[in-house]
Every structure is written in C-alpha cells, then in structure tokens.
Nanobody, 124 residues
Framework: QVQLVESGGGLVQAGGSLSVSCAAS????????MGWFRQAPGKEREFVAG???????YYADSVKGRFTISRDNAKNMVYLQMNSLKPEDTAVYYC??????????????????WGQGTQVTVSS
C-alpha cells in the first residue's frame, strides 16, 4: 500500500500564490503517475494536474498557465505551485497515485491511492 500525505494548504488572497506538497511512501514511487485533484463544497472531485514517471505533465484547462506540478523522485515528493489564485480555486486539494504510467490519467477512478487532502482557501 502507498501512503500519501499532503501539506502546505492555507488561506491566501486572490492573486496570491501558494504551494502544496505531497509526501509518498514506497520504493516504487518513481514508477507512478502522480496527480493533484481538488474538491469544493457541494462539487465532485476534479482533476487539476498530473505528472508521469518520466516527467510528462498535463493540466486541467482551468489551471493551465497558473499552476505548476513537479516531482522529486529522490525524495518521494510531489508539489503543486499555485499562482494567480482565484476564489474559484478554493477547495480541498488531494494528492493521488496511479501505478500504470502509460496513459494520461485525469479521472478519479484511474488513480489507486489518495492522500487525506489539504484545505486551500482563496479570499476575494
């Protein structure tokens, strides 16, 4: 079993920046596709960004140009740098892992492991 723990959430004003982190357990972390999802109150969990084991990156249209996903395989860490934040970005942000690295995974059902989430609140 892979364990994922998010950190770095908090309160930020619109237009500001925030970075969230995900620490993963396991020796096979470097083979996983890693993703960030978010869930706002009353809404379904939605894809934000993904990064494959080889470093290929893909984003949801809503965050493209504002958010940056990265990973450090030596440290078993995944990061999400969020810039130009909007109130609409307010949500619990979740880290997720997928064992198969061969597709661009954007759906909740395509990921095998999940963290507990970290709250990001953007004030207007």
């Amino acid at each position: 079993q892979v364990q994922l723990v998010e950190s770095g959430g908090g309160l930020v004003q619109a237009g500001g920046s925030l970075s969230v982190s995900c620490a993963a357990s396991g020796r096979t972390f470097r083979t996983y596709t890693m993703g960030w999802f978010r869930q706002a109150p009353g809404k379904e969990r939605e894809f934000v960004a993904g990064i494959k084991s080889g470093g290929n990156i893909y984003y949801a249209d809503s965050v493209k140009g504002r958010f940056t996903i990265s990973r450090d395989n030596a440290k078993n860490m995944v990061y999400l740098q969020m810039n130009s934040l909007k109130p609409e970005d307010t949500a619990v942000y979740y880290c997720a892992a997928r064992e198969s690295p061969f597709i661009e995974a954007t759906r909740v059902s395509q990921y095998h492991y999940w963290g507990q989430g970290t709250q990001v609140t953007v004030s207007s």
